[in-house]
């Protein structure tokens, strides 16, 4: 089968085309299809117009049209739909309905509509876009589009493939009960499997913090409040003294040095290290030196419909994870068998599961090695390639 991906954005900064639709793109060239991704890199310029092939999978860049407002979105939506028609697939998969995918969707569906090709058309969601409205600096056209987009590609696409269980209930109920909609999560990546241990990193770190239980959160901020970090701090501060804090990740909006900020108001800031944004080839250095992961999740409507590929690699890593029970975390986590659920922002219970499995090495252990079997097992892109097989045909 001939299929074409569609991006909305470019491979970096965000993650979406990198961490989920490259994965299953050559998940599918293994298997013996041709895939090759479009991608509209207005948010990574540096590449347009730039392409080559990874691991079988043919990755275009587009050229970006001149900076006039409007027209650089329409020319860039038409050179991603007659990119797509010139390979002449039997599938165009677009990777969420909004922005320049949604907008190349709408394009081709029109030119099907006029009988000019009858190519199939796949939307899929790993958000629930309209949540993110009132979060992020959208202008109030733009919240008008985005929310008219994700209405409109859930209604016009002949499948629609979802990212979590709960994007599956919404997505089924705004299709009526249509049974084209096929839950596919994310797996593991690869590439990270293969990445260096960095042993210079440990030793690092161990300067820093010593040789004491180490509680890593491995983060962007966007999930949590910050005042329940700050309360973690102190409740495990009480009952483990010696424990330190690994935070790895940085803010899309200055949330870590809030956060540092908090924590030394509180006078608690020497028991916290910031080790900032860590490429994926020296992630594997810090999860090393963690006796613990924590992942709190607000009960939020964007926590329980998005898939966190940072809940994967704590996982696949063999760090035993303490998590709220919030949406896809109780898929890929069995309370008790591969990692610890608690309520939902209950940081008491929270706290306490830390500090219990903190004295705990050898259900560290058993957490641990039951966690990387599941995500090996469940979650690896080669099995998750045929939920895409099936909303294809």
């Not at 299809?33 to 990874?54: F, Q, S, Y």
């Not at 909609?181 to 990193?201: C, H, M, Q, S």
């Not at 860590?278 to 898939?307: M, W």
């Amino acid at each position: 089968m001939n299929v074409v991906f569609i991006g909305p954005f470019g491979l970096q900064p965000k993650g979406t085309m990198s961490v989920r639709a490259l994965p299953l793109a050559r998940a599918l060239v293994r298997r013996g299809h041709t895939v090759t991704m479009l991608i509209p890199p207005w948010d990574d310029p540096r590449n347009a117009g730039k392409c080559w092939e990874d691991a079988g999978v043919r990755v275009e860049n587009l050229a970006l049209p001149p900076s006039i407002p409007v027209l650089f979105h329409i020319l860039l939506s038409v050179r991603l739909a007659n990119r797509a028609l010139s390979l002449q697939p039997d599938v165009v998969h677009f990777f969420k309905p909004k922005a320049y995918a949604g907008l190349a969707h709408l394009l081709l569906w029109w030119l099907r509509r006029l009988k000019r090709t009858p190519v199939g058309l796949v939307v899929d969601s790993d958000d629930w876009e309209q949540a993110w409205n009132d979060l992020l600096p959208y202008t109030r056209w733009q919240k008008m589009l985005f929310r008219w987009q994700e209405q409109w590609g859930i209604h016009h696409a002949d499948v629609m493939t979802v990212a979590s269980r709960a994007l599956e209930v919404l997505v089924h109920a705004e299709r009526d009960g249509s049974d084209r909609v096929f839950y596919l999560p994310n797996g593991f990546l690869e590439y990270r499997t293969k990445a260096l241990t960095g042993d210079e990193i440990k030793i690092q770190l161990h300067t820093v913090l010593g040789q004491a239980p180490v509680i890593l959160l491995y983060s962007r901020f966007a999930e949590f409040r910050l005042s329940r970090i700050v309360m973690l701090v102190k409740l495990v501060a009480q009952q483990m003294p010696r424990a330190r804090w690994l935070i790895v990740g940085r803010g899309l909006h200055g949330e870590d040095q809030r956060l540092a900020e908090k924590l030394n108001a509180e006078g608690i800031a020497d028991r916290v290290h910031f080790a900032g944004w860590q490429p994926p080839d020296r992630l594997p250095g810090y999860f090393e030196v963690a006796s613990v992961a924590v992942h709190p999740y607000d009960d939020t409507l964007i926590n329980r419909t998005k898939c966190s590929v940072k809940l994967i690699d704590l996982l696949l890593a063999g760090v035993p994870v303490v998590a709220d029970r919030v949406g896809q975390n109780s898929e890929y986590i069995e309370d008790g068998l591969s990692g610890i659920l608690v309520t939902p922002e209950d940081d008491v219970a929270m706290a306490g599961a830390i500090v219990e499995l903190l004295q705990s090495p050898d259900k560290q252990e058993s957490l641990a090695t039951m966690a990387q079997k599941i995500v090996t097992d469940r979650f690896n892109w080669t099995s998750l390639a045929q939920v895409a097989e099936q909303a294809y045909q």
